[in-house]
């Protein structure tokens, strides 16, 4: 038997919270099995090995009876209780439970009285005007709710890629601090935190009067469908990526503790209010108040964390996967990688393999962002399907790049190669041709299907081949498209830090990888990172701030990144990491 993943636990956990919610059970035994589902999301430490050697209890908030249930999933492949819960219920209605406006309660009415079991039955039920007879629906929520199925239907299984989601944000953004009055906007939800994928979009502004900033994002350019609009907020849905939209004005004391609050993440929301009630405070989205009713002002997030003791707390960082208690202990990096920090662009194709711009064109764009340099990376010779190059190819490649850098001064082309690591482990190019380039990095592109075994030992053997710098995308996931490859990643960092190979934070939106929980494996070891663009085109390049990002969510300091280094120490650390 394979055990279950830890996605498949967490998701297990949900599923309880939301059939505990049918049954009617009391809030805080609902709520605790969210909390488990969110701090075993969060954590970076292997599922495997918490169960094997008792130690779930030391996560915040996952008491005995949730360990007991965790490990008989985690060793068994199920969980009784859990298969007696689903039972009792049409499997559609948790499928119910996800339409907009279909709550629990609302959910059991319409099975008790109508026998409404799926999404398809409640659509039937209402065109035929069944519900609208049912106490506490209407007409009104009838048409609602046929609505939400058809807007559920569109958006059905997929989350968006951040990197998808975000040009739209940013034009929302330009669009609402351009009205007048406005003070303060943000986004905030997983946007706002740089999760891998996002659900609906959160935005908040501070204006004296909301109105005509509501009107503004209900006549945004791309908003298919105005969802609704009150007083105070505005839902829509745009035409890209069929995306949703909710936009709150507020006035300007309270827009701290409400961007604290709608960013999230619900596991961190709900430590901190453990912390604030320990204190006599109250925080919620309308301010922080004393238990006298007194109301504190909380000018930016910054304030609420002091009132609390404790650090200030990125958005990247609001998982409760110990960022709480590092906070509190004064221990929380505050150097985190930036952007700004991020001096050269690492792993890039021209149109010598598969990219779409000239090598001229990709250093141009590069320069033009204020960055200092740019590694080519050429796929190898085995990756035909990709416009490989044969060592030869290389050789004349090189001539080009000494052509642009001379035309180029104060920016530098990095000869490199992202060679292509075969069934054995064994790389693409000879040692002498990979001894001659100074930036390597070795990925795979093919034979995804070997098992665990096989595909941790062909990576530890790479990580042998002295010419190898940097571990390119290592797990090969495409999110919403391929399954990461079965690895055994914990042995491949120690590998890594072992041999001096440096692991690469793939930035493209669809890959994201290492993703944040490796990547703080790797910081804990030692492991040096490079933040990578993976570009294939000018506006690839972009692609580092998703890079950034991912590694700030797995605390990754400026000093944990070597292109933060001008280029000559960067290529000179590759080297020597190599040889100590």
Not at 80 to 102: I, N, R, S, T
Not at 105 to 119: M, Q, R, T, Y
Not at 368 to 373: I, R, S, T, V
Not at 412 to 433: F, H, N, P
Request: charged share 25%; net charge negative; aromatic share 4%.
């Amino acid at each position: 038997m394979t055990p279950p993943d830890k996605n498949t636990v967490v998701q297990v956990l949900r599923n309880l919270s939301l059939l505990l919610q049918l049954k009617g059970e009391n809030a805080f035994k609902v709520r605790a099995y969210d909390t488990a589902a969110d701090r075993l999301s969060g954590t970076p430490q292997d599922l495997g090995a918490l169960v094997q050697e008792g130690r779930l209890q030391e996560l915040p908030g996952i008491g005995q009876g949730l360990a007991e249930k965790i490990t008989e999933l985690v060793t068994t492949g199920k969980l009784g209780f859990y298969e007696e819960l689903k039972a009792e219920y049409p499997p559609g209605l948790m499928e119910m439970l996800q339409l907009p406006d279909v709550g629990p309660k609302k959910v059991i009415a319409l099975w008790n009285e109508l026998k409404v079991g799926s999404v398809a039955e409640l659509e039937l039920a209402c065109r035929q005007g069944r519900v609208r007879e049912l106490k506490g629906f209407g007409a009104k929520s009838e048409a609602k709710i046929l609505e939400g199925i058809a807007l559920h239907q569109r958006a059905q299984g997929k989350r968006k890629l951040l990197g998808d989601v975000l040009p739209t944000v940013e034009e929302l953004l330009t669009r609402l601090k351009a009205v007048p009055g406005v003070v303060r906007v943000s986004p905030a939800g997983s946007v706002r935190r740089r999760a891998e994928t996002v659900g609906d979009v959160d935005l908040l502004a501070s204006a004296p009067q909301a109105g005509p900033v509501l009107e503004a994002l209900a006549t945004s350019p791309g908003v298919a469908v105005v969802l609704g609009k009150g007083e105070s907020k505005c839902s829509v849905r745009m035409v890209q990526e069929d995306l949703q939209v909710d936009l709150r004005v507020l006035p300007d004391e309270d827009f701290a503790t409400a961007l604290h609050h709608f960013t999230g993440s619900k596991a961190h929301h709900v430590r901190l209010r453990g912390l604030g009630q320990d204190r006599g405070l109250k925080i919620s989205e309308w301010g922080v108040h004393r238990a006298d009713g007194t109301k504190l002002p909380v000018p930016d997030e910054a304030a609420l964390y002091r009132l609390l003791g404790m650090q200030y707390i990125p958005p990247e960082l609001r998982e409760d996967s110990g960022e709480i208690e590092a906070a509190l202990e004064g221990r929380l990096p505050e150097d985190l990688v930036s952007m700004e920090d991020v001096l050269g662009v690492v792993h890039c194709h021209s149109t010598w393999s598969d990219g779409k711009h000239t090598l001229e064109e990709m250093a141009r764009a590069a320069h033009a962002m204020g960055l200092q340099y740019l590694t080519v990376t050429e796929h190898s010779q085995t990756s035909i399907y990709a416009g490989g190059l044969k060592e030869d190819d290389l050789k004349r490649q090189w001539e080009e790049i000494d052509r642009v850098n001379e035309a180029l001064p104060g920016f530098r082309l990095l000869k490199g190669v992202e060679v292509d690591i075969l069934e054995t482990g064994a790389l693409d190019y000879s040692d002498s041709m990979l001894e001659r380039l100074e930036v390597v990095i070795g990925s795979i592109h093919i034979r995804h299907s070997m098992n665990e075994d096989q595909m941790t030992q062909r990576l530890l053997n790479a990580m042998d081949r002295p010419g190898l710098n940097i571990l390119g995308h290592p797990t090969g996931r495409l999110i919403h498209e391929r399954e990461p490859y079965p690895v055994r990643m914990e042995e491949v960092l120690d590998k890594a830090a072992e041999r001096g190979v440096v692991v690469e934070v793939n930035g493209k939106p669809a890959r994201l990888d290492l993703k944040t929980e490796h990547v703080r494996q790797a910081v804990q070891r030692g492991v040096k990172l490079v933040v990578s663009a993976d570009a294939h085109k000018k506006e690839d390049l972009h692609h580092l701030l998703f890079s950034v990002a991912t590694a700030r969510r797995g605390w990754a300091r400026k000093g944990d990144i070597l292109n933060t280094l001008p280029a000559a120490q960067f290529v000179s650390t590759l080297k020597a990491l190599r040889t100590t």
